[in-house]
């Protein structure tokens, strides 16, 4: 039995061989993929599977022809179809998609740092588009994509009121530090803070209030001034080197912490999708979320998905309303999609700039515009999401809300931005030097 | 509750009980540190204490008093309950700790820095921060001033806790940069430009145990590096008050997705290590020598780099049920050599040996034999022959007893397989028939080799290859300055390690010079690879 096996197999060649590195990486580092050892001019499928914490799979696949000498290789070939095509050395991660049959209006979040994303990438003979799991793959190799680098430590915050998890680099610091805060879906979303932390940055995801209650809360404006103390005052964090972080809401936030707060003066601010509006003695539940006066202004795709756009549009002229940034004193990026469905970002960008020229302070202010890009802009090669459930009242039945984009253009502006972003940090948080006036 | 108790005693000497006692010397600087700098610390630190209070009952009394009072060495019960205590403190208070002790001297850092009129902050990055053992590591040191000394010390601790390190001592450049993969060390524990001296350099700490060697038993988990920098051109000895800026790595033995199969059958004891995916893959059988037992992280590096490997057991371990004599031997190996070859995820025609030491031995007479037929052979330090006196080492009994009679000696007293293998004293009809040997055959030899007699063996082998015909097969790489345990690259080289300690202390002497020894174990490893991806894979 055992000569009959031997020589059944001698007759075989051996088996593919794919290599991808690195397989423990960190989830903003590129992956080289690479198959050897196929027949020449073979189609095959490259496919990348992801279980999430919450069951659901995810997949991308590109479709490949290996060349005369028997290889292909990510970063260099033409993928001919599939979940992308063209040259896209990281498009097995970026173009990943719920696998067809999931459930809708899905969201890759991970929620558990402390573990990695688990991804198993398969090539299969042929160009496959279905029923992978029914066909055995030629090769597979499993690779670790983590949020937080190896010595980035975790702690739970609650001080003051304050709700959140701090990040701090592996070292004694003191480094500089970072309040990061998301959007109107609430919770405590720590991935990004791992992610600046891995990257040197004391970061603290901030908790301002539960899935659903956005609409219920009753947050303060101190809430956000006494959690930036909070980071100030850390004895990890160099005092005169704390920035402001946020997407959507927390970018609103961000803003009228840098132009309105006595107490609060942060050393830069990076600001994704959001907007200068100010809830000036006004809770915050009322402010860039639908009400009562501007419900009307929604309207609905052609998937049933909300479009809120719309209720931002136009622009108030009336500076009440507005967070006054021609006080800002600090460096300001602003990152924005142009396709941004959930709010009209590019309009509010161009009304901050042109308050802050009148002022003589266009110098502090960069601003990133990418087409085709929606309101989603998150840490490079995670999937997009053009439309997905949203908690906003928990009273209220969930809704599906369109945040925009294209695929292949979003992912670029992941991608772009997020370096963007790290130098922009890097330029006003870790090498300027603070000039320290003579009066 | 003990925590006044804490606050108002005395300190007393618990140098003998390491860890909890810099611990509690942490906490208890920062109970009685009574300035506002940090009334973070103390606040925080007395509700982790109260958590721990309620945890255990045995750690209300040890810092209510019972061992903080009076003179003297502490007992048995105190270190027993320091034990506990310690179970505790790491499960949960170390988070915290970590960071507190390190708050308490970044203050200090804070300090330095202002002193020496810098207001750049350095950073210290290590890519990649989660690598295998084998892969090269680049560590940068950035924003720092231009042509200013400073010292790059790793640290970890191994399964065991012992305190490994290796620093080197080097010059910033004109851009206030350092790269190890650029710059040279003038100091420290290797000099020069060595991009990994930082970790084949490491050496037990000071103060620790002596004649340490590094063997990883749990092949999941990763070594964990301490990477600093400091000011200055200092020893790791220094207070970690002028410590810059600290990078983590992870060293890995095994890839993601590399399963791990114990295995016992036909009375055949070993770990089976399988690459991700459906294979068919290439194997080897993985042989060590007469240390026993199973060592698994030569294995575990092969299946991540694509090939099963099967390391075997064959003396010394709990799950061998029966003695093996040398004709005992080669029917186990045997049987070894069909597992990998019946496995389904395994070619049975790309199956190799590799053998360090005595693994030699038993490698070659696999290779040999008439019954099998492996694809090649990797030989590392080890005989072609025995006589009596080796295999009365090997046949010998279990017992512990009269384990000391047996393992031979050299005059200064040092575990020594010199004189019973070398060639001239092979006993007849041990010599393995080396003209029989149909497979590629690499012999990895250090030249500096003081536990067996390496260099006389490998000169056998290819003379009878030669007079056969055969030197085709052979390739011989031949070390100067490297000892007799040649492994993975950038693991630590030990000279001298313990090899026995009941009933009596055995020491064995290896060999090799580090820095010789640690390019034999670059170079080496990855020709082996490539030998072994020419005669399995291709």
């Known amino acids: 039995m055992r000569q009959r096996k031997i020589a059944a197999m001698s007759q075989s060649a051996p088996p593919p061989i794919l290599s991808v590195a690195p397989t423990r990486a960190l989830v903003d580092e590129t992956l080289r993929v690479r198959v050897d050892n196929l027949p020449p001019r073979a189609p095959v499928t490259l496919r990348c599977e992801h279980r999430s914490e919450d069951k659901d799979y995810w997949e991308a696949y590109g479709h490949y022809v290996s060349d005369a000498a028997g290889a292909v290789s990510v970063a260099d070939d033409l993928s001919l179809g599939g979940t992308y095509c063209g040259r896209e050395a990281m498009g097995l991660l970026w173009s990943m998609r719920p696998v067809p049959g999931s459930r809708t209006g899905l969201r890759l979040r991970k929620r558990n740092v402390r573990t990695p994303m688990l991804f198993t990438i398969s090539v299969f003979a042929g160009h496959v588009d279905r029923d992978f799991d029914g066909r055995p793959p030629l090769a597979r190799e499993l690779v670790e994509r983590w949020y937080a680098a190896p010595g980035v430590r975790r702690v739970e915050v609650e001080d003051r009121g304050v709700r959140g998890t701090l990040f701090i680099p592996s070292g004694p610091g003191p480094f500089p530090g970072l309040l990061d805060m998301w959007g109107g879906g609430g919770g405590l979303l720590e991935y990004r803070s791992a992610l600046l932390a891995s990257h040197g940055y004391v970061s603290l995801a901030l908790e301002y209030f539960a899935p659903g209650e956005l609409a219920s809360t009753d947050l303060e404006f101190q809430y956000f001034e006494t959690a930036f103390d909070l980071v100030r005052r850390h004895p990890a964090v160099l005092p005169d080197r704390v920035g402001i972080f946020g997407l959507s809401m927390g970018a609103m936030v961000a803003i009228s912490l840098a132009s309105e707060s006595a107490r609060v003066e942060p050393a830069c601010c990076v600001c994704i999708s959001g907007s200068h509006f100010f809830p000036r003695d006004q809770p915050l539940s009322q402010i860039s979320q639908p009400n009562a006066r501007n419900v009307g202004k929604i309207r609905l795709d052609d998937q049933q998905n909300l479009i809120w756009r719309d209720l931002g549009l136009p622009v108030s002229g009336d500076l009440s309303r507005k967070a006054d940034v021609r006080r800002i004193n600090c460096p300001l990026l602003l990152v924005n999609g142009q396709d941004d469905q959930n709010h009209p970002t590019v309009e509010y960008a161009e009304d901050i700039e042109r308050m802050m020229r009148s002022a003589g302070k266009e110098h502090l202010l960069t601003r990133l515009e990418y087409p085709d890009t929606g309101h989603l802009i998150e840490p490079p090669y995670s999937p997009h999401f053009r439309a997905t459930n949203f908690m906003w009242d928990s009273k209220k039945a969930r809704v599906t809300l369109l945040w925009g984009g294209q695929t292949k253009a979003h992912s670029d502006a992941q991608e772009d931005s997020w370096h963007k972003i790290l130098a922009f940090l890097q330029r006003h948080l870790y090498s300027a030097p603070r000039p320290k006036a003579r009066m | ?538």
């Not at chain 2, 618990?14 to 103390?42: A, C, E, N």
């Not at chain 2, 995820?345 to 070659?364: F, H, K, M």
């Open chain 2, 1 to 538: 509750m003990g925590v006044c108790n804490f606050r108002n005693t005395k300190h007393t000497g618990f140098s003998t009980v390491k860890y909890p006692g810099r611990l509690l010397q942490v906490l208890r600087i920062s109970f009685t540190d009574k300035s506002d700098t940090h009334p973070q610390i103390s606040s925080d630190v007395e509700i982790i204490f109260f958590k721990i209070l309620i945890y255990s009952k045995h750690l209300e009394q040890a810092i209510a008093g019972e061992y903080f009072c009076g003179e003297g060495r502490p007992s048995i019960m105190f270190r027993t309950r320091v034990a506990v205590f310690w179970h505790f403190i790491g499960k949960h208070l170390t988070p915290h700790v970590g960071l507190r002790r390190e708050l308490y001297w970044s203050h200090n850092a804070v300090a330095i820095r202002r002193k020496t009129g810098s207001t750049l902050v350095p950073v210290l990055t290590a890519a990649p921060t989660r690598g295998l053992v084998d892969e090269q590591i680049g560590i940068k040191a950035d924003f720092l001033p231009p042509r200013h000394p400073v010292t790059l010390c790793a640290q970890m601790r191994s399964e065991d806790g012992d305190l490994w390190e290796a620093f080197g001592h080097y010059n910033t450049s004109a851009d206030g940069t350092v790269e190890v993969t650029r710059d040279h060390s003038v100091g420290g524990s290797y000099l020069g430009c060595e991009p990994m001296g930082l970790f084949w350099a490491m050496q037990p700490a000071p103060g620790e145990r002596e004649g340490l060697r590094l063997r990883m038993r749990n092949v999941k988990i990763p070594l964990i590096v301490n990477i600093s920098l400091s000011e200055g051109h200092v020893s790791p000895r220094e207070p970690e008050s002028g410590r810059l800026a600290v990078a983590t790595a992870e060293r890995w033995f095994t890839a993601p997705g590399v399963q791990r199969i114990d295995v016992r059958q036909n009375g055949v004891v070993g770990t089976l290590f399988l690459p991700p995916g459906p294979g068919s893959f290439p194997a080897v059988l993985d042989l060590w020598g007469m240390g026993g037992g199973l060592v698994e992280y030569r294995s575990s590096m092969l299946a991540s780099r694509g090939f099963a490997s099967f390391s075997v057991a064959y003396m010394e371990h709990k799950d061998l049920t029966v003695q093996l004599d040398i004709s005992g031997a080669d029917a186990y190996m045997k049987k070894a050599f069909h597992i990998l070859q019946d496995h389904p995820q395994i070619c049975g025609d790309r199956i190799g040996i590799i053998g360090l030491s005595y693994g030699v031995y038993l490698g070659l007479r696999m290779a040999t034999s008439p019954d099998l037929n492996p694809s090649c052979l990797v030989c590392i330090n080890g005989p072609a022959g025995s006589n009596k006196e080796l295999s009365q080492v090997f046949c010998k009994p279990k017992t512990s007893e009269s384990d000391q009679r047996y393992w031979p000696r050299d005059e200064a007293g040092y575990l020594s397989f010199r004189d019973m293998s070398l060639p001239a004293n092979y006993s007849p009809g041990t010599q393995v028939k080396i003209e029989n040997l149909a497979c590629p055959t690499m012999y990895i030899l250090g030249e500096d080799d003081q536990n067996s007699p390496s260099t006389e063996n490998s000169n056998l082998i290819e003379d009878v290859l030669k007079a056969a015909g055969k030197s085709h097969l052979y390739t011989r790489l031949s070390y100067p300055g490297a000892g007799h345990l040649i492994e993975v690259p950038y693991t630590p080289h030990a000279r001298l390690s313990v090899w026995r300690i009941k009933p009596e202390k055995i020491l064995s002497l290896w060999g090799g010079e580090t820095a010789p020894h640690a390019a034999a174990q670059e170079d080496s490893w990855k020709k082996m690879l490539h030998f072994l991806d020419t005669n399995l894979r291709a």
